[in-house]
């Protein structure tokens, strides 16, 4: 017991503390517990989940991820006073895992010139010291960070600002990509990537992910989704090359498995790979390959897979409904068998559950939900008997219905 009348929830094996589940009552009058938590079969969303890694076990507290999300509000691609508020908010969420935005390795990898970036010491310094203030107001959470190149979809306006392409003039620059194929028929097209511009990109990729390391961020995972620079090497709708990176599947898959054991080499934390397993375009990058794809990194040492859809082309045709890519997700998880995330309309703490429970996925992502509630895993605790963990500042705030969410805290007044 660290201070009189207060019991705080026991450390865990790896430093981190995690909650007890089991209920202790607010001290004083007041109703009592609707449910006792000690006596309920836990869910899976609310059982601690191991991610593995060179250097050992990363354990998340719960399996509630959440999802990237650039919030377009970095000043010279540094984390500025809107992510300090932004990740303090979601560190206080209860969830389980925090993934920072898409962040570029290079200046021309971001989407926007809004996007936050690590890839020198300033944006280093900015991102780490901006990071540790937030945990600092944080119950424990373990964070990953989303390392990306926008490719041809770099130098675009903020999504605020209508996200069209923007010129030298206005704030731009020329984008890299696969093949100098435009991401809109009417755009003027990107660069194709010489082979030493290959070597650079990739570099940066190491030299960002041991930024990350430096700076105290526990996993990372690999932007090769939604019709950015990794993905644009996969997909044959974007990648027309005629050398060894263009063509077949083995050619397409190359340069993104360089680029993961390249950081493999250097990060020894949990890394992974978030895909788009299907174009939903006829001809496009698809679940088999994905599946593919996967197994190929299993290989090369990747701890998880995170599983999106779309983004490379205008034509996509998308079966939208809810949970709408978790099928995506267990055929992944199916063929490589690495712990495996889902995401895509999951809003439901119980659909959460079913998921898990079904094997369809790991974890689940949540993206939309939690910035309209920030608080959704504790939401989601109510419904499920789960136990997340708060800060002692809103240790009072429970209402009846959701007692016992804190687990075995206690406080006490006169
Ligand atoms: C504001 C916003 C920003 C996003 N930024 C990223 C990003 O940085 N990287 C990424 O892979 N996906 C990004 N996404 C996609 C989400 O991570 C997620 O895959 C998608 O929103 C579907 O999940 P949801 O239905 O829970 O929102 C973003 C989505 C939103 C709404």
Redesign the pocket.
């Known amino acids: 017991m660290d201070k009189p009348g207060v019991i705080v929830p026991k450390p865990h094996a790896n430093g981190r503390a995690l909650p007890v589940p089991q209920f202790a009552g607010l001290a004083g009058p007041g109703p009592a517990p609707l449910h006792c938590p000690t006596e309920t079969v836990v869910s899976l969303l609310f059982t601690p989940f191991e991610l593995n890694a060179p250097r050992g076990a990363l354990t998340l507290p719960n399996r509630i991820v959440i ?5 377009y509000s970095a000043v010279n691609g540094e984390a500025a006073d809107w992510h300090l508020a932004h990740w303090t908010s979601l560190l206080n969420s209860g969830a389980g895992l925090l ?1 920072i ?3 570029g390795v290079t200046p021309d990898g971001r ?1 926007t010139p809004h ?1 936050l970036g690590l890839w020198d010491e300033r944006t280093e310094r900015a991102l780490g010291e901006t990071l540790q203030r937030a945990r600092k107001n944080a119950p424990p959470m373990p964070v990953c960070i ?1 390392l ?1 190149h926008a490719g041809r979809k770099g130098s675009s306006a903020a ?1 605020w600002h209508g996200g069209g392409l923007l010129k030298a003039g206005e704030g731009g620059w020329q984008p890299l990509a696969p093949s100098a194929l435009p991401q809109l028929p009417d755009e003027p097209p990107p660069a194709a990537m010489t082979a030493a511009q290959l070597v650079e990109v990739r570099e940066a990729f190491v030299a960002a992910a041991q930024r990350a390391q430096r700076i105290g961020i526990d996993a990372i ?1 690999l ?1 090769a ?2 019709g ?1 620079l990794l993905h644009q090497f996969l997909s044959p709708l974007s990648n027309q090359r005629t050398d060894n990176y263009g063509g077949s599947l083995e050619n397409r898959m190359r340069y993104v498995l360089e680029i993961f054991a390249a950081v493999r080499a250097v990060f020894d934390g949990p890394l992974g790979v ?1 895909v788009s397993a299907t174009d939903w375009v006829e001809g496009g990058w698809d679940s088999a390959q994905t599946q593919e794809l996967s197994r190929r990194l299993k290989a090369l040492g990747c701890n998880f897979m ?1 599983v ?1 859809t779309a983004g490379v082309s205008p034509l996509q045709k998308i079966a939208l409904g809810p949970g709408y ?1 978790v099928p995506f997700a267990r055929d992944v998880r199916q063929a490589c068998g690495l712990p495996t995330t889902a ?5 439901e703490a119980q659909q959460a559950e079913d998921i898990l429970q079904a094997g369809d996925a790991d974890l689940v ?7 309209y509630k920030p608080r959704w895993p504790w939401e989601a605790a109510v419904a499920l008997k789960g136990v997340v963990q708060a800060n002692e500042q809103y240790w009072r705030c429970l209402p009846r219905e959701a007692q016992g969410i804190f687990g075995n805290v206690k406080i006490g007044m006169r």
């Open positions: 999802a990237p999300m650039c919030q993934t935005e898409a962040t989407i996007c989303q990306a999504p995972e932007h989704a939604h950015y978030r995170h999106s890519q995401v895509g309309l999951i809003t992502a949540i993206a939309r939900a939690l910035l």
